[in-house]
């Protein structure tokens, strides 16, 4: 039988864009399960038509406690994969050793980790933007189509943004450049694998390579992969099932790594 696998959404989604994934996986013969984020559940179109009240006061510890409790809940620890600050969540929980595998797609960086980089300084400024207060990022097409989708058509952005974008709260990407969003990055830890795409405007991909090499256990697993063409919606974009075969392909490398080495220990 094998693992659970945790899916763990991003900002301006929920867990209809693991729809999916949950199915790929699923049919691997692992059970998959998709929390939503508090104030995310429910249809995208009603959170968007209707925010939530209090979106805009939602912090990144909150959520990062209701994943842990959702985790903890479960009888083994299991495989978690996070997109954008759902791939920093991973981390976090990996460090509180409650994670038997991790993978972070297009990660938001722990430790106020920056890349020099246009599209990522302008987007993170204008969803960060002190000015706004605890206003909701209201979330359009438009800037879906720039930040998420830049390498769709128009057409195949607005299917995307209509069937999974939400709004969302500047706080969280706030809080991940602040103390809820550190690591100590020598300690060791569970295997990880850093999935970026390589023409992704929020999170460069190289900001996520930069992210797994700023792990220093020597005895640890810390992978890096790439793909070409792919935006920040990696994980829904045509040729998605590329990247979600090359993960599954990982963790049962590393699965039948781990059960041979617990085997012999035993």
Not at 59 to 68: A, K, N, P, S
Not at 126 to 151: Q, R, V, Y
């Amino acid at each position: 039988m094998k693992k659970t696998i945790v899916f763990i959404h991003g900002m301006f989604q929920n867990p209809v864009s693991w729809e999916k994934w949950i199915a790929y996986f699923n049919d691997k013969g692992y059970e998959c399960i998709a929390p939503a984020w508090p104030l995310h559940e429910g249809n995208p179109i009603d959170l968007r038509n209707n925010p939530p009240a209090g979106l805009g006061d939602l912090e990144l510890q909150t959520i990062v406690d209701e994943m842990e409790r959702v985790i903890i809940a479960l009888p083994e620890k299991p495989i978690v994969i996070g997109h954008s600050v759902g791939g920093l969540i991973v981390q976090l929980l990996t460090q509180k050793g409650i994670v038997e595998m991790g993978v972070p797609i297009d990660s938001v960086a722990p430790n106020a980790m920056l890349a020099f980089d246009w599209g990522f300084m302008k987007n993170s400024a204008l969803i960060a933007n002190p000015f706004k207060g605890n206003e909701p990022f209201m979330m359009d097409l438009e800037s879906f189509h720039g930040s998420f989708c830049n390498t769709m058509t128009m057409e195949e952005t607005d299917e995307a943004y209509n069937r999974t974008a939400t709004h969302d709260s500047r706080n969280v990407l706030r809080d991940c450049m602040g103390e809820a969003g550190q690591i100590d990055l020598e300690l060791p830890h569970s295997p990880l694998l850093f999935i970026g795409g390589e023409e992704d405007e929020i999170i460069p991909y190289d900001l996520n390579e930069k992210n797994a090499n700023a792990y220093t256990d020597e005895v640890s697993i810390t992978g890096f992969k790439a793909f070409p063409n792919r935006s920040h919606w990696i994980c829904g974009q045509a040729g998605w099932e590329e990247v979600a075969s090359y993960i599954n392909e990982w963790l049962t490398e590393h699965e039948e790594h781990q059960y041979k080495t617990t085997s012999t220990t035993l």
